[in-house]
Nanobody, 116 residues
């Protein structure tokens, strides 16, 4: 399995931007799916965005047009650029790596708080 470490979370005002980073412990070129999930207090963990090894992306409807996921296989990094942030984006954000059907790997999470 791969170890994942997220960074870049913090406190931001509504309308602001943050970029989350996910550092992998090994080469991610062969990992089919890299994704970002989030979990708000009292809610289930939900998919935010995912990117395949070929670069195809998929987004939750709630973040389409505001968030962008990208991967840099050469640096073993995955990013989530978040723009026009809203209070409802407040959550712990997790990086996830998986080669189905093998069980995936999770990072420890990074807190994002959107508040004035």
């Amino acid at each position: 399995q791969v170890q994942l470490v997220e960074s870049g979370g913090g406190l931001v005002q509504p309308g602001g931007s943050l970029r989350l980073s996910c550092a992998a412990s090994r080469n991610i070129f062969s990992i089919n799916i890299m994704a970002w999930y989030r979990q708000a207090p009292g809610k289930q963990r939900e998919l935010v965005a995912q990117i395949g090894s070929g670069g195809i992306t998929n987004y939750a409807d709630s973040v389409k047009g505001r968030f962008t996921i990208s991967r840099d296989n050469a640096k073993n990094m995955v990013y989530l650029q978040m723009n026009s942030l809203k209070p409802e984006d407040t959550a712990v954000y997790y990086c996830y790596a998986v080669n189905p059907p093998v069980r995936g790997s999770w990072g420890q999470g990074t807190q994002v708080t959107v508040s004035s």
